[in-house]
Structure formats: C-alpha cells, structure tokens
DNA sequence: ATGACGTCTTGTAGACGA
C-alpha cells in the first residue's frame, strides 16, 4: 500500500498539482489537509475522473480534511471530528478505513504563541488525539498529517531561531511523544534516523530555496505495520513550480502484509 | 527586519498560517 499525506492549503486552489500528484505516485490512500473549502465545493468530479474517491471533513475557510483512495477501494469513512476536540466545529480530523488499515487525516492546530489562548487549545487537541489512538490501538493504524510539531532539533533548520515559538516546545514534543507510545512509529525517522528534510516551508524570502524549513507532516504507523515500512520520504518537487502549496507531501509504502 | 507570500471572504483589508 502507497499512502500519502499532504496540506494542500486550499484543495481548489491546488487542484492541478493534486491532480499531478495522484498521476505521479499513483498513491493508494492520500490524506490531505487545510483544504479550505465547503462541503459542496470539494472537488469530488475531478477526482473521480482521476479514479479516486473521497470522503472529507470540510467546514469551510479555514482548516478541512479528507482522505482519498483509488475508487476500486473506496475509503470508507469512520469518523468525522476528533472525540474531545476543543475546537469541534473545525475540520481538523477525519477516519477512513481503507484495504483493512484504519487512516486518519489530522490538521492539529497551529497554536500561534506560546501565550495565545490557542497554544493551550493545541495542546488540549493532542491530548484528545493521545485517547483516540489509544481506542484505536490493536488494530493496523496509520495517523498522518500536519502535526504543526518539529518532534526534535533535527527537524528545525535553525533551532535558535524557533527559541520560544510553538511548534518545537516541550509541552507539544511531549504529548506527541504521548500519542507515538500508544504505539506509533514515525515512519520517516524509522527509515531514515539521521536525514535532515523537512516538509514546510515559509512562502516568504525564498526560504525553501535557502532550505529553511520544518518537519511537521507526519506519518505515523502502528508498530505492525512500520515493520513493512519500505519507503517513506519527502518529495520536494511539489514545492516547486507554480503555485506550490508551502508544504511538500510525505509518502509511505508498506509491504503487503 | 516588526517584512517578505498566499489563501480566504456577500471581500477589495484583515485574518490566518507556522
């Protein structure tokens, strides 16, 4: 199984570069995020005519999610909302089931400051995903996403410069450490230990062309199925070109079991 | 560098992203 997951920020604006994207890898399974649309404006005819089918948690301008699988194993969808989200009326987690593994799709919260009403929300939503997987663990699972987290120093490029922001604090680094003990890999570190890539960069002052960067997307993948990991990487080539998305998509190819 | 870019909105400037 080929899975994927990216943030598209904005499915219709993106939709020529998802569109290449799915002709490209040809992925079994896609989680998208921030694609920022109403319900009735996802593009399901355009997908479909790609051969994928979708199931999508969309609420509008801001946020939404949605997996995609190649229509002869159509997702179905499990769950829409994260159970104990503190932001309920966002589209910030969806569940399919596809070819027997439970997927979800997670835009967790940006956070903002360290002292924004937000960042204690974000946490309050990692918190919620940490009892979610746990319900879900015994069972092939794969949670991939925008984490909005540098789980270490190496996913930062300039540690320095993130001193005192969200996304690389202790508080978050802890409770995603919390959500992997449950019994999640994340899937890149697993094949590649020491590599630094990231997965987001800033549209601004060309910081994907200096490589200035972060790993926020994640795979996760139950410890069952990480043993069949046999590739997980970056593809840097769809932040390029036009109109990019700032964030590039990760995939993963498991071994059929 | 307090910015830079890109997306959305019953919009045309402001909010938000990370």
Redesign the pocket.
């Known amino acids: 199984m080929k899975l994927a997951t990216w ?1 598209v ?2 499915v ?3 939709l020529p570069r998802v569109l290449e994207f799915l002709e490209t890898h040809g992925p079994d399974v896609v989680c998208l995020q ?1 694609t ?3 319900e009735a404006a996802f593009p399901h005819e355009a997908l479909a005519a790609a051969g994928y089918r979708a199931v999508d948690h969309s609420t ?3 946020a939404g999610v949605a997996i995609l699988a190649r229509a002869d194993g159509a997702p179905a969808a499990e769950a829409r909302g994260l159970p104990g989200s503190p932001v309920p009326e966002e589209g910030r987690w969806i569940e399919a089931t596809v070819g027997g593994v439970r997927v979800a799709s997670v835009y967790v ?2 956070g ?2 360290l002292d924004d009403p ?1 960042y204690g929300a974000k946490l309050a939503f990692l918190d919620a995903m940490a009892r979610r997987a746990a319900e879900l663990a015994g069972s092939p699972l794969v949670v991939c996403g ?1 984490f ?1 987290i540098a789980p270490a120093d190496i996913d930062v490029y300039d540690p320095a410069a993130f001193a005192g922001a ?2 690389v604090s202790e508080p978050e680094r802890e409770r995603l450490r919390a959500i992997l003990a449950t019994g999640l890999v994340d899937g890149f570190r697993r094949v590649a230990p020491d590599t630094v890539q990231h997965t ?1 960069w ?4 060309g910081h994907f062309h200096k490589g200035m960067g ?1 790993r ?1 997307d994640l795979v996760l993948a139950s410890e069952g199925l990480a043993g069949r990991l046999r590739s997980c990487g970056i593809d840097r080539d769809f932040r390029k070109g036009p ?1 990019p998305s ?2 590039a998509p990760v995939l993963a190819e498991f071994e059929p079991a």
């Open positions: 943030n920020n904005s219709n604006a993106r921030e920022k649309c109403e509008g301008r801001w919260i940006n903002r400051a937000m925008d909005n969200t996304h987001w800033d549209y601004r002052a972060l926020i109109k700032d964030h």
